[in-house]
């Protein structure tokens, strides 16, 4: 294939012409004959490559050699034609003031005139960035290149497209200008944008720590706050695996060996300590979902800080169970401990004895010196009877001046009685509140387990009625419920140095 007419050309289609004309290069001969590089068939996929500009520039060849004996006219036609009809918007300025000469089909409807309308269009007022067609023609001019832009043009409508803007000067002083409208694609630039904004601002306005990590427990995102909680550098957190912060004890209820089986077991948000680079456990409440990166599973954690919530279920719990003015616990708790008792006595076949403490002429104290006083007598007294038992007995105050105390795992009632010696002589030494020297006395009741009762009930009852007793013998002593022999030396040991 040497050469070929123009007008043979027309029976190809636009697009095989298009390509022809931006890849191959162009040669006329003495007898009017375009020639085309062989090479250019073999390059005939490339249609990606072809650039409307090289079609400008070809168009204006074949007219320039127009004076060639059978072309003319019929080779300006079929350009003339591929021109108006190509899908790339085209414009043609005489120079850089604007007006357009020529403007195709695609530049028209661009910007909302009809075919033949060119005459209208001034690309130095059609873009509104001010300056911004003149700066393109300079850089155009200077380079000898193709200026390109991402600019804005005003439609004949008055809307407004965002276009990717190409110009380049040709031979004869004139300017090509491409359009390609890509305000769709800005648009869902500007919307992926902004959903990224969201996502980096929800994630930065998290109360807690938030994490990203593959399947392998390498972290791939956090917030700020990550790094400020576990004090570990963003490069450190890069080194990092989930479980570098969760303590051994807390690994096995929170995620077990492995962060992979958080990927697979569906866990329930879970409470645990947050282990920090000074080794500090922090509360934490914990949430995890699988997630996708791409094709990768992902797990996607936040973590809440609820160390405030635990302060105020302890101090809940306190009060619910610990009495404000001694610290002892109070008849909630002593139930608990005795309930448990119950059940480990009655499993192993132990006794354990219930003491019931009574100030004695209590009312006295206040009604003499005053509740303040009387107060500081309260909580010296529970103080000094605490010290008379052993860690693993309870002495709680019910109420008023009534104590109860839990003696558990003794060996008989020598036991209780050598306590109840000890709580009596404990309480009835002189102390001094607000200045004063007081003395006050105590009566006791003690009963036995299985003896006197086989529940708590019966049990604190059965300590009540000996207490009772005990005041109405002459007070400052202790009795127990039914008549016990002496106690032994043996049951003096165990409490020798309580």
């Keep these: 294939m040497k050469g070929l007419p123009v007008p043979a050309l027309g029976r190809n289609s636009p697009a095989e012409i298009f390509v022809f004309a931006a890849i191959a290069v162009p040669k006329f001969d003495n007898a009017g004959l375009l020639h085309f590089d062989e090479t250019a068939l073999q390059s005939f996929p490339l249609l990606s490559l072809a650039v409307p500009l090289l079609l400008v520039a070809l168009l204006i060849l074949s007219k320039r050699f127009g004076r060639a004996r059978q072309t003319p006219q019929q080779s300006g036609k079929n350009f003339d034609t591929i021109l108006e009809w190509t899908p790339t918007a085209i414009c043609i300025t005489e120079s850089t003031d604007g007006h357009c000469v020529y403007a195709n089909r695609t530049a028209c409807e661009l910007f909302g005139l009809s075919f033949g309308e060119h005459s209208q269009i001034n690309l130095n007022a059609a873009i509104a960035e001010n300056c911004a067609a003149q700066q393109l023609c300079l850089d155009a001019l200077t380079s000898g290149d193709i200026a390109r832009n991402t600019l804005t043009l005003k439609r004949k409508d008055g809307s407004l497209l965002t276009v990717d803007v190409s110009v380049r000067m040709i031979d004869d002083g004139r300017f090509v200008w491409c359009f390609s409208d890509v305000t769709e694609h800005k648009r ?17 306005s998290l109360p807690g720590i938030f994490y990203l990590a593959d399947k392998n427990g390498r972290f791939l995102r956090w917030n700020a706050n990550f790094e400020a909680v576990s004090g570990y550098s963003a490069g450190e957190l890069e080194r990092a695996h989930p479980l570098d912060f969760v303590s051994e004890a807390d690994k096995c209820a929170l995620v077990g060996d492995n962060v992979i089986e958080m990927f697979t077991s569906e866990r329930p948000p879970a409470e645990s300590y947050f282990l920090t680079k000074d080794r500090r456990r922090i509360p934490f409440f914990f949430t995890s979902t699988k997630a996708k990166l791409g094709q990768d599973d992902c797990l996607l954690g936040v973590g809440l800080d609820i160390t405030s919530r ?3 279920e302890e101090q809940i ?9 001694t610290n ?3 008849r909630i708790l002593f139930n608990d401990r005795i309930n448990c008792t119950l059940s480990l006595a009655s499993r192993y076949g132990q006794q354990f004895a219930v003491l019931f403490v009574d100030l004695d002429c209590f009312k006295k104290i206040n009604d003499t010196h005053g509740h303040c006083v009387g107060d500081i007598v309260l909580k ?20 008023g001046d009534e104590f109860l105390v839990l003696l558990p795992g003794i060996a008989g009632t020598e036991e209780a009685c050598i306590v109840a010696e000890k709580i009596l002589t404990a309480v009835a030494r002189p102390l001094e509140a607000d200045g004063t020297e007081i003395t ?5 009741g003690i009963a036995i387990y299985p003896i006197h009762g086989t529940d708590n009930h019966s049990l604190i009852k059965a300590a009540d009625e000996a207490m009772y007793h005990a005041k109405r013998t002459g007070k400052n002593r202790y009795h127990i419920k039914k008549n016990m022999p002496s106690f032994s030396n043996a049951a003096n040991k165990l409490y020798r140095h309580c």
């Design 188 to 204: 869902t630039e500007e919307k992926l944008r902004n959903q990224i904004r969201f996502a980096d601002d929800l994630i930065k």
């Design 440 to 444: 006050v006395s105590s009566s006791i």
């Design 310 to 312: 635990k302060t105020a």
């Design 317 to 325: 719990y306190y009060l619910a169970h610990y009495d404000a003015l």
């Design 380 to 399: 010296q007294t529970a103080h000094r009877i605490a010290l008379s038992l052993r860690d693993s007995d309870t002495v709680a105050r019910i109420g």
């Design 328 to 330: 002892l616990p109070n």
